[in-house]
Antibody, heavy 118, light 107 residues
Framework: QVQLQESGPGLVKPSQTLSLTCTVS??????????WSWIRQPAGKGPEWIGR???????DYNPSLKSRVTISLDTSKNQFSLRLTSVTAADTAVYYC??????????WGQGALVTVSS | DIQMTQSPSSLSASVGDRVTITCRAS??????LNWYQQSPGKAPKLLIY???KLQSGVPSRFSGSGSGTDFTLTITSLQPEDFATYYC?????????FGQGTKLEIK
């Protein structure tokens, strides 16, 4: 059973860059069968898809965040990462990494709360 | 972008009841509609994909139907562990989008 685990700072200052890493165990990020996605959820709201990466390195981002988002893959560490620049309080949320079966997300990490505050 | 709208936003029911949650897409998404269950403090869990296909390990009291723009999630014989928030999600086009959620509460 594949497992995903998010890691990174829980507090980021406004205008700075949010960086999170997802470590995958029990499976390989190099598998051609899946994409790997980041999804966030502000408190009390529905999830918002941020973007995804394929094993080839091809990415697909939500246009609402595209100018600020970079998702990358590190196959040597079996990890993928999220960078979100110029953060504001509106970026405060629980951030999830997930295995993406093209049309749906079948495995999720437990989530990482990131608060944007000075 | 495709918008997903769920109704109702909240629902009260009792153990043993049958409930239905509706999800509407702003445009035709064929049958590429998925349902997730989220308990407090937990990640969403995939219940149903492609409108009606039950994810492995999900009890058969959960079922889904619909096509095009209108979809339903039905839970028969509610169990205590089913009281949670449910989200629909379209897999038809990018960006992927979720509904705002339906909170199922104990009456």
């Amino acid at each position: 059973q594949v497992q995903l685990q998010e890691s990174g700072p829980g507090l980021v200052k406004p205008s700075q860059t949010l960086s999170l890493t997802c470590t995958v165990s029990g499976g390989s990020v190099s598998s051609g069968s899946y994409y790997w996605s980041w999804i966030r959820q502000p408190a009390g709201k529905g999830p918002e898809w941020i973007g995804r990466i394929y094993t080839s390195g091809n990415t697909d981002y939500n246009p609402s965040l595209k100018s600020r988002v970079t998702i990358s893959l590190d196959t040597s560490k079996n990890q993928f990462s999220l960078r979100l620049t110029s953060v504001t309080a509106a970026d405060t949320a629980v951030y999830y990494c997930a295995r993406d079966r093209v049309f749906y997300f079948d495995q999720w990490g437990q989530g990482a709360l990131v608060t944007v505050s000075s | 972008d495709i918008q997903m709208t769920q109704s109702p936003s909240s629902l009260s029911a009792s153990v043993g009841d049958r409930v239905t949650i509706t999800c509407r897409a702003s445009q035709n998404i064929n049958t590429l509609l998925n349902w997730y269950q989220q308990s407090p403090g937990k990640a969403p869990k995939l219940l149903i994909y492609a409108t009606s296909k039950l994810q492995s390990g999900v009890p058969s009291r959960f079922s889904g139907s619909g096509s095009g723009t209108d979809f339903t999630l039905t839970i028969t014989s509610l169990q205590p562990e089913d009281f949670a928030t449910y989200y629909c999600q379209q897999g038809f086009s990018s960006p992927r989008a979720f509904g705002q959620g339906t909170k199922l509460e104990i009456k």
